[in-house]
């Protein structure tokens, strides 16, 4: 616009010129002006109003000189043409001039249309508070139901179920279908706490009903081993009994059974408290007698019939056993004594063949043996024959026969006979002995 006024006022200063002269100037003058404010420029806010027109006035003649800093002066040697054309380009220079002084304008985002904001949430009705308040209890609830079922102890699990029950009917209501889901959760904790129970509870009655059996096997053994001799033994047995009683554990009817069990031992136990009450003078016989046997196996050593004396030491260890108990310290000294002395002879029968047949005495060893038990046989019928002589008399009067027979002998019958085998018997006894005398003072032996 400002170059058309422009434009405009130059048109009316040069009307002389011809048309196509102005068609030139008006040319140049737009393409200064492209090139002095391009379209990059924006345009100002404000358009400055266009100056009213000034009174002609005739132009000065080339004599007159021209005012300095006058832009509209005319210039020495041009055209009217040229003249209009300065013109042109001073305006257009000072349009960019004042274009380029002016700050460019922010670019502007696209406006975005404001989003409807979020009506604000109204206040809860006591009611719907109320029902919050419900709901969230009954999860709490819910939630600890759920543990017990899957964790809680057997012994408190239903105590602890049965207090959230509780619990729960003081809770309140909410909806009727929100109480309806609330409440079949619960419920299938309930389920999964009393299915576990009753597994449990089956796998345990199974459990005892087992260990009652073992227990019932342990109380028959128990009862025959409170009647046993060797009490030392049975108690030992005892004791054995107890420990598989304890590591059994619980069983049904546990009380009862440990009654039994009880009663066998206490039957044991009273029999081995007699005996120990009793056995204090017990304890002495026992100790005369065991070193009474140690003396008799010491007495072995040297016994020149070989056979004879393994059969004693076997009588002898039977007879040591049996010799009852002598005391805690004094029982196994003598044992200790007992086994040494039993050594002892074992060393000497191992070695002893060995040393008849280096000396030669084997066949007088053996001879001496058929002495001793032919002595021993004779013995023994000399004691029969007395004791029937003892029976009757010379006058066949009654004697008894020790029983309820009475028996009558004559003086030429049965007493001249065995009165007759007695005195032979004494006399081939001595003969026997006489001959084991002198046999052991070759052998060596006192």
């Known amino acids: 616009m400002m170059d058309e006024e422009f434009t405009s006022h130059d048109d009316d200063d040069s009307v002389s010129n011809d048309t196509a002269g102005l068609d030139a100037a008006t040319s140049r003058s737009m393409t200064v002006n492209d090139v002095a404010g391009s379209d990059d420029q924006p345009e100002p806010v404000e358009q400055s109003q266009a100056a009213p027109d ?34 042109s380009m001073t305006v257009a220079d000072d349009a960019g001039q004042t274009a380029d002084d002016q700050p460019e304008p922010a670019e502007q985002s696209p406006a ?37 079922a899957l964790t809680a102890p057997p012994a408190t699990a239903a105590a602890d179920m049965k207090a959230l029950f509780e619990r729960w009917k003081q809770a309140g209501r909410t ?39 073992a227990k019932q096997s342990l109380i028959a053994t128990a009862e025959e081993v409170c009647q046993r001799a060797d009490l030392r033994q049975a108690a030992e047995t ?55 046997i140690i003396a008799e196996v010491q007495g072995l050593v040297g016994s ?42 074992n060393d000497w029968a191992h070695a002893e063949p060995g040393r008849r047949r280096e000396t030669g005495q084997v066949t007088s060893y053996d001879r001496r043996a058929r002495l001793v038990r032919l002595i021993e046989q004779t013995r023994a019928d000399l004691t029969t024959a007395e004791t029937t002589l003892k029976t009757t008399d010379s006058s066949g009067a009654k004697r008894s026969h020790g029983s309820s027979i009475t028996v009558l002998l004559g003086q030429s019958g049965q007493y001249s006979s065995v009165a007759a085998d007695a005195m032979r018997l004494k006399v081939q006894l001595a003969d026997l002995e006489q001959q084991l005398s002198r046999l052991d003072a070759a052998l060596g032996r006192d």
């Open 54 to 87: 000034e009174p002609f006035e005739p132009k000065p003649s080339e004599s007159d000189p021209a005012e300095p800093g006058d832009d509209t002066a005319p210039i020495s040697g041009l055209t009217s043409l040229d003249a209009a054309t300065a013109r």
């Open 238 to 292: 005892m004791a054995s009994l107890m420990a598989q009683w304890k590591a059994i554990g619980q069983a049904r009817d546990d009380q009862q059974l440990w009654q039994r069990f009880k009663a066998a031992q206490d039957t044991l136990y009273q029999r081995r408290n007699e005996d120990r009450q009793t056995s204090q003078a017990g304890q002495v016989q026992a100790a005369a007698t065991k070193r009474a």
């Open 112 to 148: 975005v249309p404001d989003e409807p904001s979020a009506p604000e949430p109204a206040e809860p009705t006591p009611r719907q508070a109320q029902r919050a308040a419900t709901r969230a209890t009954k999860q709490s609830l819910i939630a600890q139901a759920e543990l017990i």
């Open 175 to 213: 909806t009727k279908s929100e109480d309806d889901a609330l409440w079949a959760r619960f419920n299938r904790a309930q389920d999964q706490l009393f299915t576990r129970l009753n597994l449990l509870r089956e796998q345990r009655n199974s459990q005892l009903a087992e260990a009652a059996r």
């Open 304 to 345: 020149p019939d070989l056979r004879r004396a393994n059969t004693e030491l076997r009588d002898l260890r039977v007879r040591f056993r049996q010799a009852g108990y002598a005391g805690r310290d004094l029982n196994k000294k003598l044992s200790n004594q007992f086994d040494k002395a039993c050594q002892e002879f």
